[in-house]
């Protein structure tokens, strides 16, 4: 691999762009970690208290995972980041070999409404299990972000909502900028990469301003904040597709909190490396499947007698073994083998999607299977109605 820059603030730690497609701003990367290589553009499962919900380690394996994430509000909570420590970090704690993403905590605070209060030195907050008061600064990010050990480390950032003033948003980035140099001040472990989050809401001037700010700090890898907060998606689009290009071409681009199959297929196309969001995960708890056609509610009385598997075009365990109307039972009787198995294959159809997307930008054709990914949709259009 090519000597990079950032290789001599985070030794373990580096990327490359290996492809790119000729008709879009896709590009396929090698993400150098401690923990393993990842190949880009990816999935990040969400294992927000240490565990993808329903999933074993080795079973993340099989479905493609290659990287996680880990929450560290929820984790500073309970168990605690001490503890995490004493038993060897997050990795030892969880049982996952692979590379692990820590966010910082801020998106879960700031969604607290009346819980929180934010000032200058940082957010003060209550628990949302026991009513607690705590405080999260940039430093106390960093503090417990370090101790859980994870691969690479989110600065602390103010996540405005959507939507908001541009003053709101002009502020919010601000203080975004200068928690963010406390951050790399507090941030002295060389085997973790610190990410920077490049913040604005939907005002593509201000991401901008930002964007170049946070370039000035020549971090590891830069990420886009505060989107699919409740903006309509063709807004979170133009705001991808006029800043992911002015990203660093040598650091990852993530996109945080990052979507639905469409989303991932329209950000890819617009430059994105990275994504995580809970909606495999959480979706499929709720019986909610995903498809190469769309997708399916399983509870759902039309599937009682179905022998199919939920998507006849998937690999995955649950679909080469059990039948709609088996796992449609397993749902209808709250049997904990429903969520297994649907959480299984929705992570399953999302990583598979972001390997025949890589796949395509190497081979060039990415256009001609984006209109198929499009076409598969349309010609069957499986969006049921979940209140069936």
Not at 78 to 98: I, M, N, Q, T, Y
Request: aromatic share 8%; proline share 6%; with cysteine.
């Amino acid at each position: 691999m090519q000597e990079l820059s950032i290789e001599r603030k985070t030794p373990l730690f580096g990327f490359e762009e290996v492809a790119k497609d000729p008709s879009s701003a896709a590009r396929c990367g090698r993400l150098v970690t401690p923990h393993g290589v990842i190949e880009t553009p990816i999935f990040m499962p969400v294992g927000t208290a240490g565990t993808v919900k329903g999933m074993k380690p080795r079973e993340l394996e099989e479905v493609g995972a290659q990287i996680i994430l880990g929450n560290t509000y929820h984790l500073y909570l309970r168990p605690g980041h001490d503890r995490v420590e004493r038993l060897g970090g997050l990795h030892a704690f969880s049982g996952w070999k692979g590379p692990i993403l820590t966010d910082s905590g801020g998106f879960q605070v700031f969604s607290l409404g009346d819980l929180r209060k934010i000032t200058e030195e940082g957010v003060t907050f209550r628990s949302h299990i026991d009513g607690s008061q705590h405080w999260l600064s940039p430093e106390r990010s960093m503090e417990i972000q370090q101790a859980l050990g994870s691969d690479i480390a989110m600065a602390f950032d103010e996540c405005a909502a959507l939507p908001a003033t541009r003053q709101t948003l002009f502020d919010a980035m601000n203080r975004t900028t200068r928690w963010l140099e406390r951050c790399i001040t507090a941030h002295h472990r060389k085997d973790q990469a610190l990410f920077g989050i490049v913040q604005g809401g939907t005002e593509v001037e201000l991401r901008e301003q930002h964007l170049e700010q946070l370039i000035s700090y020549d971090l590891p890898g830069y990420a886009l904040g505060g989107l699919s907060v409740g903006e309509p998606p063709p807004e979170m689009y133009r705001v991808v597709e006029a800043i992911a290009p002015k990203m660093p071409a040598h650091k990852p681009r993530y996109l945080m909190g990052v979507g639905r199959p469409e989303d991932l297929v329209e950000c890819v196309w617009r430059g994105i490396d990275m994504f995580d969001c809970v909606m495999p995960t959480r979706n499929a708890r709720n019986s909610h499947l995903f498809t190469a056609t769309g997708w399916i509610k399983i509870r759902n009385l039309r599937h009682a007698d179905d022998t199919r598997p939920i998507d006849e075009s998937c690999a995955c365990y649950t679909c080469q073994h059990f039948s709609r109307g088996y796992l449609r039972h397993l749902y209808k009787s709250d049997e904990m083998l429903g969520p297994i198995l649907g959480t299984l294959h929705n992570l399953h159809h999302y990583l598979d999607l972001m390997a025949q997307m890589r796949l395509a930008i190497r081979e060039g054709t990415l256009a001609a299977w984006r209109a198929s990914f499009y076409a598969r949709r349309v010609a069957t259009n499986h969006q049921e109605d979940p209140q069936e």
